[in-house]
């Protein structure tokens, strides 16, 4: 397959997942804003964005900058407008790889975005995770499972993880842990679950538990970073006797076995400086499937030159 | 509404209308016209509608100024006869064949100078000579691989040349899908016809593609080069790539070493034999022709010229579209294939000629003005509907660089009945039959593109210019076979994708097949 | 180019003939390329260095070199001029291609006899390329009245082109550094002065306005009028110009001489952009510099 095609597949699996879980993690902090009478808006909205990556802001921040800067405005980069278009635009370039009903979900999607963005936000957030999970049953239902299904899984997945883990810190940043961990349960749709795996809210440790380290649970960090590691053995294609010849699984294999392993109070304990260590491991994992199969040695600028 | 409306108003029409001879019904369009009455004003108007949402869905557009259009397919066919459509089908071969030979005695000996046919200096002014690829001989001698020959009917109903197009034509993504969509929308009087497929298309055409690989490669990479998703066709070339089965790249997937040509892939670099590219000759190779085109693929000629890849269309294919050369090209039927044309061109003065010019220069606002390289009407003024200022600036233009223009009468399009606001009105068409060429024979797709302009006595029917496009239906001849070539399904050269890049995964598919 | 001999009145071109009976050799060794500030990451080229065979001279070796090493292939272009277009894949520092060739010159007089005016319309066909007037050659308007003047006086095209040669020769001085690649001979002519290029270019504009078939010609020349055998002396490359009288004959615009033993010929076309050195692109972030330089040996 086209190193290009592949480049955007990975791309459309990491625009549709952040589009989707930033809906989820916007979804827990306007909650979370509106039922604590107790929390400092401009604090922990500052902190979200810290947290979503979003650098450079200036002045005041309450939920309508974060509203702004995370899901209406397409020119903020983080923000869900822009992922959604950046997943459809790279549709757009892939378009002749994926079926029609692939591409029809994802341009409708995009198309809807104006009038998403009039919505109440917990609508237009519910809208983008029904449409995401509309195009992700697509794929699921339509796509061969080549190369190209394998970029997808593993961009979703790699994104998945690095959600995951931003959603963690916001919740262990909040100030009333109370009501932050079963929000963020929620916002996983992992509440319901996590209540039968735990039978009955247990607390602030299971609650986080589950969400990093459950094997069953498609959405948890373990979970996302198996998915990833599967993708990964799939595109390697030939069984290797011992180790990893792959940097990006190598990456990915390590960060999941120390969550695995180490006691999880540790990990707890240090929520937020764990999660960004694993936000690092995705961005150079990212890095290496791209250095092994996007051969970014292209795009040269030539310059003409004439001799007397 | 009642149903007397649809076809009230109705002309007269000035030139030639392909549905009535004066008041009388044509017969190739009865069954349409009594379908279209059956069904009336309000049935006709909600199945357009469905057809244009069909289309907005399917994202069948165009692009202008980098956004996305949607190209107004019209509810009305259009209907050719058997009869009619053989002179079309044989007159555009007979041009193909033509212009192959010239472009390769140009690019070559040049015997249609030395014999005193075309001027040498016709030719070598041509801002689309290249002489970059003179000497080059393509693999299996097809220059003009694809080709759309634009045609229009005058007032007596014959098919006449307007143009060549020899380069990078478009349209044929029109014409593949504006069939199934007016199937479902007029299952009926589909029915009714026996209308000869279009779908055939991408089969021929990938095995026109596949003949002119270089010699010795038995199984050819075939790929689909666009300029990227900000071209204006490029809804054309992911479909042209999709039905063929073929890679679509960007000048940025590929690559040439050592006179070969590779694309970048997931598993390493793969050998690429045959590039049917749709950009432009000055943006194919940064190397030979503008340093700064990041569209391109440096090294592509050279390689070519090494006959390790074939550029489909050969680069320097635009002489044969200069409008100059256009109004030799029935001598140039005479002189290379020994025959009369079967298509007449439209007549043409020629303005490097002092006499003709002097002649144009005082009737300029009664003829057509085109610069010889422009192509879809872009540039061409319209002399009795232009001011007197366009009048003064043409003039000057003319008087510049007189080389760079031809004139002709106006010619009034054939019209055919299209759906409109106030009904349905005779409106303005064109044809732009598209033509294979493998080496052996020249295929030409029946049906071809028919443009329509929407706007009531618009001329130039083009989609910048608020044009539409009608399903050209060529009708089956009862009393003959069907045409091989336009045998739908054959097991023969089926698409490529299996073969090559979607073989790795099934293997390990069923690892974990469950879990996905 | 150093410059030798005074143009004199009129007369027919060919009394600058100066050939001298015996074959001489001569090896020229043109190294050219870029130095990459900041390197280069790929580069792809033609270079257009190696001389022809033509019934004036003999080429008995000649090889062009790339570093580094370079996939290349050879052909001749539309023009018949040999090209080695060759590609380089591995960052580089510099590119430097270096042609070396040994040729022996057979000069002849041309023995057709020269045309009248009328006579040119016969072939302005078959040599339309060189009669155009594109705005590298379009003479500046000072030179085209003296050139009209000219015209009205010259009984045969022989006669102008004598006439056209000291116009231009006595115009424009020879002066490296005052015109680029890039420069037209209407500006050249505005400057008073030029390089062997400008010249040329004056020269085929001046021809080619009344109807004379001209082309130009690149080379290179052996810059002393009495070659020393066995000795290595700085060279330059060439151009000088090729009219069409009959035959094609040439003549060396910048040296008021027919070119001789000492002119090396390698490519002809309607102007320098037809018969670049050496032409390409480059990939590389940085600045680039260009390098030249010819030597040339007599060795016979």
Same mark, same amino acid.
């Given at each position: 397959?086209?190193?290009?095609?592949?480049?955007?597949?990975?791309?459309?699996g990491r625009?549709?997942e952040?589009?989707?879980?930033?809906?989820?993690?916007?979804?827990?902090?306007?909650?979370?804003?509106?039922?604590?009478?107790? =929390?400092?808006?401009?604090?922990?909205?500052?902190?979200?964005?810290?947290?979503?990556?979003?650098?450079?802001?200036?002045?005041?921040?309450?939920?309508?900058?974060?509203?702004?800067?995370?899901?209406?405005?397409?020119?903020?980069?983080?923000? =869900?407008?822009?992922?959604?278009?950046?997943?459809?635009?790279?549709?757009?370039?892939?378009?002749?790889?994926?079926?029609?009903?692939?591409?029809?979900?994802?341009?409708?999607?995009?198309?809807?975005?104006?009038?998403?963005?009039?919505?109440?936000?917990?609508?237009?957030?519910?809208?983008?995770?029904?449409?995401?999970?509309?195009?992700?049953?697509?794929?699921?239902?339509?796509?061969?499972?080549?190369?190209?299904?394998?970029?997808?899984v593993l961009g979703r997945s790699i994104e998945r993880v690095?959600?995951?883990?931003?959603?963690?810190?916001?919740?262990?940043?909040?100030?009333?842990?109370?009501?932050?961990?079963?929000?963020?349960?929620?916002?996983?749709?992992?509440?319901?679950?996590? =209540?039968?795996?735990?039978?009955?809210?247990?607390?602030?440790?299971?609650?986080?538990?589950?969400?990093?380290?459950?094997?069953?649970?498609?959405?948890?960090?373990?979970s996302a970073l198996m998915e990833a590691e599967r993708a990964l053995?799939?595109?390697?294609?030939?069984?290797?006797?011992?180790?990893?010849?792959?940097?990006?699984?190598?990456?990915l294999?390590?960060?999941?076995?120390?969550?695995?392993?180490?006691?999880?109070?540790?990990?707890?304990?240090?929520?937020?400086?764990?999660?960004?260590?694993?936000?690092?491991?995705c961005?150079?994992?990212?890095?290496?499937?791209?250095?092994?199969?996007?051969?970014?040695?292209?795009?040269?600028?030539?310059?003409?030159?004439?001799?007397? | 509404?009642?149903?007397?409306?649809?076809?009230?108003?109705?002309?007269?029409?000035?030139?030639?209308?392909?549905?009535?001879?004066?008041?009388?019904?044509?017969?190739?369009?009865?069954?349409?016209?009594?379908?279209?009455?059956?069904?009336?004003?309000?049935?006709?108007?909600?199945?357009?509608?469905?057809?244009?949402?069909?289309?907005?869905?399917?994202?069948?557009?165009?692009?202008?100024?980098?956004?996305?259009?949607?190209?107004?397919? @019209?509810?009305?066919?259009?209907?050719?006869?058997?009869?009619?459509?053989?002179?079309? @089908?044989?007159?555009?071969?007979?041009?193909?064949?033509?212009?192959? +030979?010239?472009?390769?005695?140009?690019?070559?000996?040049?015997?249609?100078?030395?014999?005193?046919?075309? /001027?040498?200096?016709?030719?070598?002014?041509?801002?689309?000579?290249?002489?970059?690829?003179?000497?080059?001989?393509?693999?299996?001698?097809?220059?003009?691989?694809?080709?759309?020959?634009?045609?229009?009917?005058?007032?007596?109903?014959?098919?006449?040349?307007?143009?060549?197009?020899?380069?990078?034509?478009?349209?044929?993504?029109?014409?593949?899908?504006?069939?199934?969509?007016?199937?479902? +929308?007029?299952?009926?009087?589909?029915?009714?016809?026996?209308?000869?497929?279009?779908?055939?298309?991408?089969?021929?055409?990938?095995?026109?593609?596949?003949?002119?690989?270089?010699?010795?490669?038995?199984?050819?990479?075939?790929?689909?080069?666009?300029?990227?998703?900000?071209?204006?066709?490029?809804?054309?070339?992911?479909?042209?790539?999709?039905?063929?089965?073929?890679?679509?790249?960007?000048?940025?997937?590929?690559?040439?070493?050592?006179?070969?040509?590779?694309?970048?892939?997931?598993?390493?670099?793969?050998?690429?034999?045959?590039?049917?590219?749709?950009? @432009?000759?000055?943006?194919?190779?940064?190397?030979?022709?503008?340093?700064?085109?990041?569209?391109?693929?440096?090294?592509?000629?050279?390689?070519?010229?090494?006959?390790?890849?074939?550029?489909?269309?050969?680069?320097?294919?635009?002489?044969?579209?200069?409008?100059?050369?256009?109004?030799?090209? /029935?001598?140039?039927?005479?002189?290379?294939?020994?025959?009369?044309?079967?298509?007449?061109?439209?007549?043409?003065?020629?303005?490097?000629?002092?006499?003709?010019?002097?002649?144009?220069?005082?009737?300029?606002?009664?003829?057509?003005?085109?610069?010889?390289?422009?192509?879809?009407?872009?540039?061409?003024?319209?002399?009795?509907?232009?001011?007197?200022?366009?009048?003064?600036?043409?003039?000057?233009?003319?008087?510049?660089?007189?080389?760079?223009?031809?004139?002709?009468?106006?010619?009034?399009?054939?019209?055919?009945?299209?759906?409109?606001?106030?009904?349905?009105?005779?409106?303005?068409?064109?044809?732009?039959?598209? +033509?294979?060429?493998?080496?052996?024979?020249?295929?030409?797709?029946?049906?071809?593109?028919?443009?329509?302009?929407? /706007?009531?006595?618009?001329?130039?029917?083009?989609?910048?210019?608020?044009?539409?496009?009608?399903?050209?239906?060529?009708?089956?001849?009862?009393?003959? /076979?069907?045409?091989?070539?336009?045998?739908?399904?054959?097991?023969?050269?089926?698409?490529?994708?299996?073969?090559?890049?979607?073989?790795?995964?099934?293997?390990?598919?069923?690892?974990?097949?469950?879990?996905? | 180019?150093?410059?030798?001999?005074?143009?004199?009145?009129?007369?027919?071109?060919?009394?600058?003939?100066?050939?001298?009976?015996?074959?001489?050799?001569?090896?020229?060794?043109?190294?050219?390329?870029?130095?990459?500030?900041?390197?280069?990451?790929?580069?792809?080229?033609?270079?257009?260095?190696?001389?022809?065979?033509?019934?004036?001279?003999?080429?008995?070796?000649?090889?062009?070199?790339?570093?580094?090493?370079?996939?290349?292939?050879?052909?001749?272009?539309?023009?018949?001029?040999?090209?080695?277009?060759?590609?380089?894949?591995?960052?580089?520092?510099?590119?430097?291609?270096?042609?070396?060739?040994?040729?022996?010159?057979?000069?002849?007089?041309?023995?057709?006899?020269?045309?009248?005016?009328?006579?040119?319309?016969?072939?302005?066909?078959?040599?339309?390329?060189?009669?155009?007037?594109?705005?590298?050659?379009?003479?500046?308007?000072?030179?085209?009245?003296?050139?009209?003047?000219?015209?009205?006086?010259?009984?045969?095209?022989?006669?102008?082109?004598?006439?056209?040669?000291?116009?231009?020769?006595?115009?424009?001085?020879?002066?490296?550094?005052?015109?680029?690649?890039?420069?037209?001979?209407?500006?050249?002519?505005?400057?008073?002065?030029?390089?062997?290029?400008?010249?040329?270019?004056?020269?085929?504009?001046?021809?080619?306005?009344?109807?004379?078939?001209?082309?130009?010609?690149?080379?290179?020349?052996?810059?002393?009028?009495?070659?020393?055998?066995?000795?290595?002396?700085?060279?330059?490359?060439?151009?000088?110009?090729?009219?069409?009288?009959?035959?094609?004959?040439?003549?060396?615009?910048?040296?008021?001489?027919?070119?001789?033993?000492?002119?090396?010929?390698?490519?002809?076309?309607?102007?320098?952009?037809?018969?670049?050195?050496?032409?390409?692109?480059?990939?590389?972030?940085?600045?680039?510099?260009?390098?030249?330089?010819?030597?040339?040996?007599?060795?016979?």
């Amino acid at each position: 397959m086209l190193s290009r095609i592949a480049e955007s597949l990975f791309w459309i699996g990491r625009y549709l997942e952040r589009a989707d879980d930033t809906a989820r993690i916007l979804d827990v902090q306007l909650q979370v804003l509106v039922e604590d009478p107790a =929390i400092d808006e401009a604090a922990s909205c500052q902190q979200l964005l810290s947290v979503m990556g979003v650098e450079g802001h200036t002045g005041a921040v309450n939920r309508w900058t974060i509203l702004d800067l995370l899901a209406h405005n397409v020119d903020s980069p983080g923000s =869900i407008a822009s992922a959604i278009t950046a997943a459809r635009e790279g549709a757009r370039g892939a378009r002749e790889t994926l079926s029609t009903d692939i591409w029809a979900s994802i341009n409708t999607m995009w198309r809807g975005l104006p009038s998403a963005r009039t919505k109440r936000p917990p609508d237009m957030f519910a809208w983008v995770r029904n449409r995401t999970a509309m195009v992700n049953g697509i794929a699921d239902g339509t796509m061969p499972r080549d190369e190209g299904w394998n970029f997808f899984v593993l961009g979703r997945s790699i994104e998945r993880v690095d959600m995951t883990a931003r959603l963690l810190s916001t919740a262990a940043l909040a100030s009333d842990t109370q009501v932050a961990w079963p929000t963020t349960l929620r916002a996983c749709g992992a509440y319901e679950a996590f =209540i039968r795996a735990y039978r009955g809210l247990e607390g602030d440790r299971q609650a986080a538990e589950f969400l990093l380290l459950d094997r069953w649970f498609p959405r948890s960090v373990v979970s996302a970073l198996m998915e990833a590691e599967r993708a990964l053995s799939r595109l390697e294609a030939r069984g290797q006797r011992s180790g990893f010849g792959d940097e990006a699984q190598r990456l990915l294999g390590r960060a999941r076995t120390e969550l695995e392993y180490r006691p999880l109070a540790e990990i707890v304990e240090a929520m937020p400086i764990e999660m960004e260590r694993l936000q690092r491991t995705c961005a150079a994992a990212s890095e290496a499937v791209g250095a092994r199969y996007f051969s970014h040695s292209d795009t040269h600028a030539w310059t003409g030159g004439v001799s007397l | 509404m009642s149903d007397a409306h649809l076809f009230d108003g109705y002309g007269p029409v000035a030139g030639f209308d392909e549905m009535f001879d004066d008041s009388t019904l044509r017969s190739e369009y009865a069954q349409v016209h009594a379908a279209f009455t059956r069904m009336g004003n309000d049935e006709i108007r909600a199945r357009a509608e469905s057809l244009a949402s069909a289309y907005l869905d399917q994202g069948v557009t165009f692009g202008v100024g980098g956004e996305e259009r949607p190209f107004p397919l @019209d509810i009305v066919p259009r209907i050719i006869e058997a009869r009619d459509w053989t002179d079309v @089908d044989t007159g555009v071969r007979q041009r193909v064949k033509a212009l192959e +030979a010239f472009l390769a005695d140009v690019y070559g000996p040049g015997e249609v100078f030395t014999d005193g046919i075309v /001027p040498r200096e016709t030719v070598l002014t041509s801002p689309h000579y290249h002489r970059v690829v003179a000497g080059i001989e393509p693999p299996n001698g097809v220059r003009v691989h694809i080709s759309g020959i634009d045609l229009i009917r005058d007032g007596q109903g014959d098919f006449r040349v307007l143009e060549d197009n020899c380069r990078v034509p478009s349209g044929v993504s029109y014409v593949m899908t504006n069939r199934p969509a007016m199937s479902a +929308a007029l299952p009926e009087v589909f029915a009714d016809h026996r209308i000869r497929p279009v779908q055939q298309y991408s089969r021929n055409l990938l095995a026109a593609l596949r003949a002119a690989a270089p010699s010795g490669v038995s199984d050819p990479n075939v790929v689909v080069l666009t300029p990227g998703v900000y071209n204006s066709a490029y809804f054309e070339h992911t479909l042209l790539a999709r039905t063929m089965g073929v890679e679509l790249v960007e000048g940025r997937d590929l690559v040439c070493q050592q006179g070969r040509v590779s694309m970048r892939t997931t598993r390493g670099l793969e050998p690429v034999h045959v590039i049917y590219r749709r950009i @432009d000759d000055e943006f194919l190779d940064p190397m030979q022709f503008y340093p700064e085109s990041v569209l391109g693929v440096p090294g592509l000629v050279n390689a070519a010229r090494a006959g390790n890849v074939t550029i489909a269309n050969a680069v320097g294919n635009g002489v044969a579209d200069d409008k100059l050369i256009y109004t030799y090209v /029935p001598d140039l039927i005479r002189y290379y294939l020994g025959e009369e044309p079967v298509l007449r061109n439209v007549d043409t003065w020629r303005l490097g000629d002092a006499d003709q010019r002097e002649e144009v220069l005082d009737r300029l606002d009664e003829l057509v003005l085109k610069p010889v390289d422009g192509s879809g009407g872009k540039g061409i003024v319209i002399g009795p509907a232009a001011s007197r200022e366009e009048l003064d600036e043409l003039r000057v233009k003319i008087d510049a660089d007189p080389r760079a223009w031809i004139a002709q009468p106006v010619i009034s399009l054939s019209t055919v009945p299209t759906l409109v606001e106030q009904g349905i009105r005779p409106r303005h068409v064109d044809l732009r039959p598209f +033509a294979v060429n493998d080496g052996d024979d020249v295929y030409v797709l029946p049906g071809g593109l028919t443009r329509v302009a929407l /706007p009531e006595g618009e001329l130039i029917v083009n989609s910048s210019r608020g044009g539409g496009s009608k399903d050209t239906w060529v009708l089956a001849d009862p009393s003959t /076979p069907a045409d091989p070539k336009d045998a739908v399904d054959e097991e023969a050269d089926g698409p490529e994708k299996a073969k090559s890049m979607r073989a790795a995964a099934p293997s390990v598919l069923t690892e974990d097949g469950g879990d996905l | 180019m150093s410059m030798q001999g005074q143009v004199q009145g009129q007369g027919s071109a060919s009394q600058w003939q100066s050939g001298s009976p015996r074959p001489m050799q001569l090896r020229v060794r043109h190294t050219t390329g870029f130095t990459y500030a900041e390197g280069a990451e790929a580069s792809y080229n033609e270079a257009r260095m190696t001389p022809l065979t033509t019934s004036d001279q003999v080429v008995l070796r000649s090889r062009v070199e790339v570093s580094p090493t370079a996939w290349s292939q050879e052909y001749r272009d539309y023009w018949g001029t040999v090209v080695t277009a060759f590609e380089v894949h591995e960052p580089h520092d510099a590119l430097t291609v270096v042609a070396t060739s040994t040729v022996e010159s057979t000069p002849h007089a041309v023995d057709v006899a020269p045309v009248g005016w009328a006579d040119l319309a016969a072939v302005s066909d078959e040599w339309c390329e060189f009669l155009v007037l594109d705005s590298w050659v379009r003479p500046h308007d000072d030179l085209g009245a003296q050139l009209d003047t000219l015209r009205a006086s010259s009984d045969t095209p022989g006669e102008y082109a004598v006439g056209a040669f000291g116009l231009v020769h006595d115009h424009l001085r020879y002066l490296p550094g005052v015109t680029q690649v890039s420069t037209t001979a209407a500006e050249a002519w505005e400057a008073g002065a030029g390089v062997c290029q400008d010249v040329a270019h004056a020269t085929l504009g001046a021809l080619r306005r009344a109807g004379i078939p001209a082309r130009y010609v690149s080379g290179y020349l052996h810059p002393s009028t009495e070659p020393v055998v066995g000795e290595t002396v700085e060279g330059e490359s060439h151009a000088w110009v090729e009219y069409w009288d009959g035959d094609w004959r040439g003549f060396d615009p910048t040296n008021a001489v027919v070119p001789g033993d000492r002119h090396v010929l390698v490519a002809r076309g309607r102007g320098y952009g037809d018969c670049p050195p050496l032409r390409g692109i480059y990939s590389t972030p940085g600045a680039s510099e260009l390098f030249v330089s010819v030597e040339v040996t007599r060795l016979r």
